[in-house]
């Protein structure tokens, strides 16, 4: 099948699938979510990406309506069942379906949880990304994995009208993330990305990359970096789970990196590798 979805117990291709118009997700976007990408048929870190997706409910106080272990064993199943093996898997909770009204403690509340399986792929790794920057006006919040997507939808809208592929958040002087991904930078042989504060998204994809970079003995610093210090980076990448590590090259129309190339070739490769022997399909690293 081409792909398929599950609503509160129903399960069909995602054209047939129906919610209520009280369902919360479309008054508030009250709700969380997470996503990853499969090769071969199977979901990239999905241990990590269910973790943070229960962790993400849990601080909005909804109580998603079935154990991880279930879960788990669903979207693999749906991962398993599609025709294609590139595909992106998505899991949300939202708080349910209820009489339009802020205040959520209503009668016979219980939260919805949404699954789709669909095809798609992985962004390339061989070739070079543009990006816009834009000021980061979201809430002070982004570390919680939202439905409310307003401010990433316009970045997002931005950079296309740029024919750009990602826009690049900052808090006056200083790199937050992205749109829909982290940032970082290479600097005299280290890696250098910002801390996992309320003010980013802790990056399943960024924590697999710095993971990898001290077993290949490359320093790591967790902190903040400014605008100025991306745009004299010797390189700068983004990360998530559809990009395992995009170099980019353009930012506001100027060049940047290209000093390292031997280095952010060796994190691609990496990465790809780590992928590979998830889904099986090497003898591993
Ligand atoms: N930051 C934001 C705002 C995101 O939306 C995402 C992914 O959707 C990321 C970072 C990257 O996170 P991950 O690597 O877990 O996909």
């Avoid at 789709?116 to 920057?133: E, G, Q, S």
């Avoid at 990602?166 to 280290?190: F, M, P, W, Y």
Wanted: hydrophobic share 40%; aromatic share 8%.
């Amino acid at each position: 099948m081409e792909n398929i979805a599950y609503y509160n117990g129903t399960i069909a291709p995602i054209e047939q699938m129906r919610v209520p118009m009280d369902e919360r997700a479309c008054y508030f976007a009250d709700g969380v979510y997470d996503a990853m990408f499969t090769v071969g048929h199977v979901p990239l870190a999905l241990d990590d990406h269910l973790a943070r997706f229960y962790r993400s409910a849990k601080k909005v106080e909804i109580d998603i309506p079935m154990p991880i272990g279930e879960l788990r064993e669903m979207v693999l199943d749906f991962c398993r069942r599609i025709d294609s093996p590139d595909a992106m898997a998505y899991v949300q909770a939202t708080r349910g379906v209820g009489p339009r009204g802020h205040a959520f403690r209503f009668a016979g509340g219980k939260a919805s949880l949404w699954v789709f399986v669909k095809p798609d792929v992985l962004d390339p790794m061989d070739r070079d990304y543009r990006c816009i920057t834009m000021e980061d006006t979201r809430f002070l919040h982004c570390d919680i994995k939202t439905i409310n997507l307003l401010p990433s939808v316009i970045y997002t809208q931005r950079a296309e009208e740029r024919g750009c592929d990602e826009t690049i958040l900052h808090r006056g002087e200083r790199v937050t993330e992205c749109a829909h991904s982290n940032v970082h930078i290479l600097k005299d042989g280290a890696l250098r990305t910002a801390p996992c504060d309320n003010l980013i998204l802790p990056g399943i994809t960024r924590a697999h990359r710095i993971a990898q970079c001290r077993q290949m003995g490359i320093p790591v610093i967790e902190e903040p970096f400014t605008v100025r210090e991306m745009m004299e980076a010797d390189e700068v990448f983004f990360t998530s789970a559809s990009a395992l590590c995009c170099r980019v090259r353009e930012i506001d129309g100027k060049s940047v990196g290209g000093r390292d190339l031997e280095l952010i070739g060796r994190i691609q490769r990496a990465a790809w590798d780590e992928a590979l022997c998830e889904a099986g399909l090497s003898g591993g690293r």
